[in-house]
């Protein structure tokens, strides 16, 4: 199996095989880069464009430390660069393609990220988008592998908004034979689109999703509890309105001790404490949120490793 040459815009249009691969190469590459000072430079003389249109801090730093630590250079670009001044969609990847051999876009639209991925000669990854964070979900699937030695038969609980984390943990989940539940209030359900093509997953791979209204359901016996921002990039003058119909979402002590003896916490970060998550639950010894974070970089090792051959 290859990954050749691929892009990565949704994990729904991965098989499992092609996800877990990803995951057992992260594995890999961070127990050889612990141990060995023999560290493989697959990316030397390669350039890797990482173009961010939302704000970013972990995506951004762990992408350009892992180009860099596989001896590629990575070139950092916003809003004020790339797709700047009206230029269209194909001459600015037309033009990029000829500097870089792979591009990483952080955007709004799907679309966006799709329409570069069909101009382009070269890899795309989906650093994130209103539907979608793959690169995310490859980190925490990697962590949840680390902690439990396993992924097939997990059950992890997603409490709060029905959005790009919730629709990615669907697919994730599904891929690697997890149980998914997404507690959500009505309105914030995850994208039709994202929960069919997770179930069209799930049948090869005996995952069970549910999207539920109770997040004291979801949580009852769950190896995982996962939550997000209420309100995502793009979303922040709904802020308030939405704290106010996400209150009874809240991971507190109460509802995690509702998950399983040796049950985690994660969350995708940043975190706003004291809205979807009390301090309580995120500074405890049940949460694994650095470790996820840090991750994120032995994930896009693995991927950019696999992509760029
Ligand atoms: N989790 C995550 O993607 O963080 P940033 O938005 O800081 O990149
Ligand atoms: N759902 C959040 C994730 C941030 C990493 C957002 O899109 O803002």
């Given at each position: 199996m290859t990954l050749e040459g691929r892009d990565l815009l949704s994990l729904g249009d991965w098989t499992s095989d092609e996800v877990t691969l990803v995951i057992e190469?992260?594995?890999?590459?961070?127990?050889?880069?612990?141990?060995?000072?023999?560290?493989?430079?697959?990316?030397?003389?390669?350039?890797?464009?990482?173009i961010m249109l939302k704000p970013s801090m972990r995506t951004r730093v762990s992408f350009e430390?892992?180009?860099?630590?596989?001896?590629g250079t990575p070139i950092v670009l916003g809003a004020d660069s790339a797709f700047s001044r009206n230029e269209s969609v194909r001459d600015t990847v037309k033009v990029l393609e000829r500097y870089c051999d792979c591009i990483v876009l952080r955007t709004f639209d799907q679309s966006?990220?799709?329409?570069?991925?069909?101009?382009?000669?070269?890899?795309?990854?989906?650093?994130?988008?209103?539907?979608?964070h793959p690169c995310q979900v490859l980190a925490d699937l990697l962590t949840i592998e680390e902690h439990f030695g396993v992924l097939k038969g997990l059950k992890l609980a997603?409490?709060?908004?029905?959005?790009?984390?919730?629709?990615?943990?669907?697919l994730g989940g599904a891929q690697v034979g997890m149980d998914v539940t997404i507690a959500c209030p009505p309105g914030f359900e995850p994208l039709k689109g994202a929960l069919d093509r997770a179930q069209q997953i799930a049948a090869g791979?005996?995952?069970?999703?549910?999207?539920?209204?109770?997040?004291?359901?979801?949580?009852?016996?769950?190896?995982?509890v996962v939550t997000d921002t209420w309100a995502s990039m793009g979303q922040e003058a709904e802020h308030d309105v939405r704290v106010a119909q996400f209150s009874g979402y809240r991971v507190?002590?109460?509802?995690?001790?509702?998950?399983?003896?040796?049950?985690?916490?994660?969350?995708?970060?940043?975190?706003?404490?004291?809205?979807?998550?009390?301090?309580?639950?995120?500074d405890s010894g049940q949460s694994v949120v650095y470790e996820e974070a840090g991750n994120r970089m032995r994930a896009q090792k693995a991927l950019l490793s696999l992509i760029m051959g």
């Open positions: 190469r992260a594995k890999i590459q961070k127990r050889m880069w612990m141990q060995s000072s023999n560290r493989p430079r697959p990316l030397a003389d390669r350039a890797v464009a990482i430390v892992a180009v860099s630590q596989l001896g966006h990220v799709e329409e570069v991925a069909q101009h382009a000669s070269v890899p795309v990854i989906n650093a994130l988008t209103d539907d979608y997603y409490v709060g908004d029905g959005n790009n984390m919730a629709n990615t943990l669907l791979t005996g995952s069970a999703l549910e999207v539920e209204r109770d997040p004291r359901e979801a949580v009852a016996g769950a190896d995982i507190d002590a109460a509802l995690m001790a509702l998950a399983k003896p040796g049950g985690i916490f994660m969350h995708c970060l940043p975190a706003h404490r004291g809205e979807e998550v009390t301090d309580e639950v995120i």
